[in-house]
């Protein structure tokens, strides 16, 4: 039996509960506050011991000292098995891109295709947030005209990070999960089959569950925790986040085994798309460089025969 390619995060809150009994958890790579170097090589050759290849999602958002943890773990080891793979999603929505490949991770792809499958899956994640206040938001274009409208009482903003960015601001009926009337303009929602997920921070809203649910034609709606670095990112306690994906695995799989799969020129790895989820080599070589100015080949001459 194949052992799964290894899913890990760097912070146990963006471990959501698995959906079935078929979807395993991931390893939480502890940062380097709470575990020392030594501590970090042992948990990892551990986990490649036991199966082969790791995966580690790693936030634009996570702090400097653990992005280096992970480099100089894996410069240590010497190893081509680590993949450090950069995601720029809001926490919930890391958190769902994360489950997916946790689904996909039991299928027979290899650890190339998981690795790279992540650009790919991301794409399909829609996530956002109903926030108090866009006074501190910088992850999302905010006009002056919003920032002043984030000072009056009762404020209230459906805002879009991923896949397309969007700002509105809601109507004092439609925020407070009364029907809208139209007088809001909603986030724009996924054209595709998915389930909600929602959290909430220090505002009490029922807008996503009533309003933005309906509105996007979920399948599903569920509530999770709000992850610990939600307020830093969106700028605000004040908010509830929450993200739409596609949960069906079957769909998944679908998805990614219908791109073309190609052979990293530089690591031999397997992967789908443009870019290698494990050396992060492109799949093509950069064009060659231009000729020096006044149209003179740069390839060397040799004597002529």
């Known amino acids: 039996m194949r052992v799964p390619t290894a899913i890990a995060v760097t912070t146990a809150d963006l471990v959501l509960p698995a959906p079935d009994r078929h979807t395993p958890g991931a390893a939480v790579l502890r940062p380097p506050g709470q575990l020392d170097l030594d501590g970090a090589l042992a948990e990892t050759t551990a986990l490649l011991e036991a199966h082969g290849h790791l995966v580690v999602v790693v936030p634009t958002w996570l702090s400097a000292a653990a992005v280096r943890r992970l480099h100089t773990v894996r410069a240590i080891l010497e190893t081509d098995r680590i993949a450090l793979v950069e995601v720029d999603l809001p926490p919930l929505g890391a958190a769902l891109l994360v489950r997916q490949l946790r689904q996909i991770s039991v299928c027979e792809f290899s650890p190339g295709v998981v690795a790279s499958a992540a650009r790919l899956l991301s794409h399909y994640i829609h996530a956002g947030a109903l926030l108090g206040s866009v006074a501190r938001l910088d992850r999302v274009p905010v006009g002056l005209k919003a920032h002043a409208r984030s000072w009056s009482p009762g404020a209230q903003f459906a805002v879009l990070a991923h896949p397309t960015p969007h700002l509105s601001r809601l109507t004092p009926a439609a925020s407070s999960g009364a029907h809208a009337g139209g007088g809001s303009a909603l986030p724009p929602g996924p054209g595709f089959v998915t389930h909600l997920t929602f959290a909430r921070g220090r505002l009490a809203s029922d807008w996503v569950a009533t309003e933005l649910a309906p509105a996007w034609q979920v399948a599903g709606v569920m509530e999770n925790p709000l992850p610990a670095d939600s307020a830093a990112w969106w700028g605000t306690p004040k908010l509830v986040e929450f993200a739409a994906a596609i949960p069906d695995p079957s769909v998944l799989y679908q998805l990614v085994a219908s791109v073309r799969r190609e052979e990293c020129r530089w690591c031999g790895m ?34 002529r025969p």
């Open 270 to 303: 397997e992967l789908i798309g443009d870019r290698c989820g494990f050396c992060a080599a492109p799949l093509t070589a950069p064009p060659p460089a231009p000729p020096p100015a006044g149209g003179h080949s740069a390839a060397p001459t040799g004597p």
